[in-house]
C-alpha cells in the first residue's frame, strides 16, 4: 500500500506500506539512496516509511550555514559535537528515526551512542529544522513535538520565506525571531550567537 504525504524537504514523499508492515531501523539502513529519479532521503515515523526529496538550494544554504555556525561556535570550543542532517533514533518498537537538518549534542550527554546502522541514539540539546515550501504548520508542529518529547531541550524552526525562526522549548511558549534579532542559546552553547540578518543574506 501507498500513500502520499508532504515531507520536511518540501516535495511531495510517498509512506510506503506494504501490507501495513512496519519498517525498523536495519530495514532504514538497507535502503539504497539512489534511485532512477535521483537521490532519495528517507525517515521513520513510527515505523512508516517517509521518503523524501533532495533539498533546494536555499534549504541547503541555509542548513550548511546553521551548521557551520554550531561547529565554529559549539564544537570547536568545545561544547560538544555538532551535526548536520544526521539521522536520530527517538523511539523503539515501532521506530522512530528523524534528520533535522542540523544538530547540537552537549559534552554532558557524550560519549555518542550509535546504533549498529551508525545512527545516533543520543538525545542532541538542539536540533534545528529548515521549512521547505511544502511544509505544513501541523507537520513542523508535530516535528518539533516528537523532538520535545524525547528530551530536545532546544528547537528551532526556520522559515526562510518570512524569513524568520522560532523557539521551541519544553512547557515554555514559543518564539519568534525576526531578520534585526539573533539567535542565542547561552545554556547550550555558552556565547552562541548568531545574527538572522547575516543567516538569510542573500
Given at each position: 500500500?501507498?500513500?502520499?504525504?508532504?515531507?520536511?524537504t518540501?516535495?511531495?514523499?510517498?509512506?510506503l506500506?506494504?501490507?501495513l508492515?512496519?519498517?525498523t531501523?536495519?530495514?532504514?539502513d538497507?535502503?539504497?539512496?539512489?534511485?532512477?529519479s535521483?537521490?532519495?532521503y528517507?525517515?521513520?515515523?513510527?515505523?512508516?516509511?517517509?521518503?523524501?526529496?533532495?533539498?533546494?538550494?536555499?534549504?541547503?544554504?541555509?542548513?550548511?550555514?546553521?551548521?557551520?555556525?554550531?561547529?565554529?561556535?559549539?564544537?570547536?570550543?568545545?561544547?560538544?559535537?555538532a551535526?548536520?542532517?544526521?539521522?536520530?533514533?527517538?523511539?523503539?518498537?515501532?521506530?522512530?528515526?528523524?534528520?533535522?537538518?542540523?544538530?547540537?549534542?552537549?559534552?554532558?550527554?557524550?560519549?555518542?551512542?550509535?546504533?549498529?546502522?551508525?545512527?545516533?541514539?543520543?538525545?542532541p540539546?538542539?536540533?534545528?529544522e529548515?521549512?521547505?515550501?511544502?511544509?505544513?504548520?501541523?507537520?513542523?508542529a508535530?516535528?518539533?513535538?516528537?523532538?520535545?518529547?524525547?528530551?530536545?531541550?532546544?528547537?528551532?524552526?526556520?522559515?526562510?520565506?518570512?524569513?524568520?525562526v522560532?523557539?521551541?522549548?519544553?512547557?515554555?511558549?514559543?518564539?519568534e525571531?525576526?531578520?534585526?534579532?539573533?539567535?542565542?542559546?547561552e545554556?547550550?552553547?555558552?556565547?552562541?550567537?548568531?545574527?538572522?540578518?547575516?543567516?538569510?543574506?542573500t
Amino acid at each position: 500500500m501507498v500513500t502520499t504525504s508532504t515531507g520536511s524537504t518540501g516535495a511531495p514523499i510517498a509512506c510506503l506500506q506494504p501490507d501495513l508492515r512496519l519498517f525498523t531501523v536495519a530495514d532504514l539502513d538497507a535502503l539504497p539512496e539512489q534511485l532512477p529519479s535521483g537521490p532519495v532521503y528517507y525517515e521513520l515515523h513510527y515505523g512508516r516509511l517517509i521518503t523524501m526529496s533532495p533539498l533546494g538550494a536555499r534549504h541547503g544554504n541555509i542548513q550548511v550555514s546553521i551548521g557551520g555556525e554550531l561547529y565554529e561556535q559549539g564544537q570547536k570550543k568545545g561544547h560538544g559535537t555538532a551535526y548536520t542532517e544526521v539521522a536520530l533514533i527517538l523511539a523503539r518498537n515501532p521506530d522512530h528515526v528523524l534528520v533535522p537538518d542540523a544538530a547540537f549534542l552537549c559534552n554532558g550527554s557524550l560519549p555518542e551512542r550509535l546504533s549498529k546502522e551508525g545512527y545516533l541514539e543520543n538525545v542532541p540539546e538542539l536540533v534545528v529544522e529548515v521549512r521547505s515550501k511544502n511544509d505544513t504548520g501541523p507537520e513542523l508542529a508535530a516535528k518539533v513535538g516528537d523532538y520535545l518529547k524525547a528530551g530536545v531541550k532546544l528547537a528551532w524552526t526556520v522559515d526562510p520565506a518570512t524569513p524568520s525562526v522560532t523557539e521551541h522549548r519544553p512547557g515554555a511558549a514559543a518564539k519568534e525571531y525576526g531578520i534585526n534579532d539573533s539567535l542565542m542559546c547561552e545554556d547550550i552553547i555558552p556565547g552562541f550567537r548568531l545574527a538572522l540578518a547575516e543567516l538569510f543574506r542573500t
